[in-house]
């Protein structure tokens, strides 16, 4: 059958494809981990995860395709609504719940973007809604787990808050597509939605902070390794004073967020 290119993704931009009800996209040394955890949500009854089917003879992996929408930057109005937001913080939450009977020990993963505290839960780390499938609106599937490593939740709902609330400098979320929105109040979505308690609110504040270190410092490694291809997608993506711009947005609004979350 013919391969039918799909759009979105960063490092693997291009290299994704459809073929018929499988999806192809190039593995990597963790995605034997990757396959053994989406078969063990799956079995624990967690549906909004690509079925793995393999690894082709030609290094590619084979994934069950998922119908739905995608959205890629800069995204659609609808992907931004309050109700879209909600119900891909309550899909990281059943993620989470199908995931606690899965023992990550003695596998291994990518720690690029990987809790900086640590954890036994196996987290996405990636929620972007270019990672998301979603029907009329709602989120029913979550895509691209190669950066899922164990850690904490909390720190995985913070990569998701920095991606889609989002914790961005005014410049930089307008550049991505972003409409003006009342952030604090959709990172307050994010928590009751995913249901954490009072504790997790505080706790999830203090992860945000280890979010936004953890990505900023794999882009400067991108840097100082210094290969052209990534130093040329970083710099199209806002170069790397885009973390310096959202650090200090972070710091001015914080208080705001700390409110919200009460």
């Given at each position: 059958m013919a391969e039918e290119q799909l759009a979105g993704g960063i490092a693997n931009a291009g290299k994704v494809v459809?073929?018929?009800?499988?999806?192809?996209r190039p593995s990597s040394p963790y995605s034997g981990s990757i396959h053994a955890f989406l078969r063990a949500v799956k079995d624990a009854g967690f549906e909004g995860a690509p079925t793995p089917i393999g690894i082709d003879e030609d290094g590619r992996e084979r994934l069950g395709f998922i119908e739905g929408e995608v959205p890629v930057a800069p995204y659609p109005v609808w992907s931004q609504s309050g109700t879209a937001l909600a119900s891909v913080a309550r899909l990281l939450r059943g993620l989470h719940d199908a995931a606690r009977g899965f023992a990550p020990q003695g596998l291994t993963w990518n720690d690029g973007l990987a809790d900086p505290a640590g954890g036994t839960l196996v987290c996405h780390n990636d929620v972007e809604l270019s990672n998301v499938v979603f029907r009329d609106g709602i989120a029913v599937a979550?895509?691209?787990?190669?950066?899922?490593?164990?850690?904490?939740?909390?720190?995985?709902?913070?990569?998701?808050?920095?991606?889609?609330?989002?914790?961005e400098d005014d410049f930089d979320q307008h550049r991505i597509g972003w409409l003006p929105a009342d952030r604090p109040a959709r990172l307050r979505l994010v928590a009751d939605a995913y249901g954490l308690d009072r504790d997790g609110r505080a706790e999830l504040l203090t992860a945000i902070d280890d979010a936004l270190a953890r990505i900023e410092a794999a882009a400067r490694r991108t840097i100082n390794k210094g290969d052209p291809n990534t130093v040329a997608r970083l710099n199209r993506t806002g170069g790397i004073e885009k973390y310096t711009r959202r650090r200090h947005w972070w710091t001015t609004h914080h208080d705001q967020f700390t409110a919200a979350l009460r």
């Open positions: 459809r073929v018929g009800p499988h999806v192809l979550l895509l691209d787990f190669e950066f899922a490593a164990p850690g904490r939740p909390v720190y995985d709902l913070a990569q998701l808050a920095r991606l889609c609330v989002p914790i």
